[in-house]
C-alpha cells in the first residue's frame, strides 16, 4: 500500500509543446500541461463538458523523450507523483506551485507522419 500514498495517473491531451531546459549538470527538464476533460449532464439533462489543465515535469530520459516526441495535441498517458513548492515573484510576493512529477509516459493515438 505504500506504493500509492502519492500517485497520480491521467489521461490527456498536450496543450502545447514541452518547453525544455538542460541544466549546467547536462540533465534536462521539460516543463508541459496535459488537459483531462470529463462530460456528463447535469440535473437539467444538459451536456456538461470540463477540462482540467495539469502542469507536469519530467527529468533526464523522460525529458528527452518528451522534447523529441509530444508535440501539442498529442494525447499521453502519464504517471506521476504531486510536486507542492514555494518561491516568491519579483514583487516578493510568495507563490504556490502544485505539479505533477512524470515517472511514466505512454504515447497514444495515431503514430505521427515524421
Known amino acids: 500500500m505504500y506504493a500509492l500514498n502519492n500517485k497520480v495517473q491521467l489521461i490527456g491531451n498536450l496543450g502545447n509543446a514541452p ?21 456528463y449532464r447535469n440535473a437539467k439533462g444538459e451536456k456538461v463538458s470540463e477540462t482540467q489543465w495539469h502542469n507536469l515535469v519530467a527529468w533526464g530520459k523522460l525529458a528527452e523523450i ?3 516526441y ?3 495535441g498529442k494525447e ?3 504517471e506521476g507523483k504531486l510536486i507542492s513548492r514555494s518561491y516568491n515573484d519579483k514583487e516578493g ?14 504515447m497514444l493515438g495515431a503514430k505521427n507522419s515524421d
Open 66 to 68: 518528451a522534447e523529441k
Open 19 to 39: 518547453e525544455v531546459k538542460t541544466l549546467e549538470s547536462g540533465k534536462k527538464m521539460a516543463r508541459f500541461s496535459v488537459a483531462t476533460s470529463e462530460n
Open 93 to 106: 510576493n510568495k507563490k504556490y506551485i502544485t505539479e505533477i512529477q512524470v515517472n511514466e509516459l505512454l
Open 70 to 72: 509530444l508535440t501539442k
Open 76 to 78: 499521453v498517458a502519464i
